[in-house]
Nanobody, 126 residues
Framework: QVRVVESGGGLVQPGGSLRLSCVAS????????MGWFRQAPGKEREFVAA????????LYADSVKGRFTVARDNAKNTVYLQMNSLKPEDTGVYYC???????????????????WGQGTQVTVSS
């Protein structure tokens, strides 16, 4: 059974940092691109970042480029999202998901992703 579990969310002041983690199980983690998405209250879920199965390619939404960094540790079946210089508009529930294709390149297209986690809440507020 495929499972992904996010953690690391919380309340942080503007300008602060958080590191999210996502642990996956039930499939061969190292063969799949992983993505991070977020959903703010009253808004649709949006792409944040993705990292290829070899970690050789990354992709970011323009809104987080230069502030967020995605990384993975295939030995630990874990993908991370380091978030720096956080802004109130970064508030939302952050989700991890795997690209259902094996050996797929990084993509923003949500329909390629499945096995969504339950999400972790990030709140940026003073």
């Amino acid at each position: 059974q495929v499972r992904v579990v996010e953690s690391g969310g919380g309340l942080v002041q503007p300008g602060g940092s958080l590191r999210l983690s996502c642990v996956a199980s039930g499939y061969t983690f190292s063969l799949h691109t992983m993505g991070w998405f977020r959903q703010a209250p009253g808004k649709e879920r949006e792409f944040v970042a993705a990292i290829s199965w070899t970690a050789s390619s990354t992709l970011y939404a323009d809104s987080v480029k230069g502030r967020f960094t995605v990384a993975r540790d295939n030995a630990k079946n874990t993908v991370y999202l380091q978030m720096n210089s956080l802004k109130p508009e970064d508030t939302g529930v952050y989700y991890c998901a795997r690209d259902l294709r094996t050996f797929g390149d990084v993509t923003t297209r949500s329909w390629h992703y499945g096995n969504w986690g339950q999400g972790t809440q990030v709140t940026v507020s003073s």
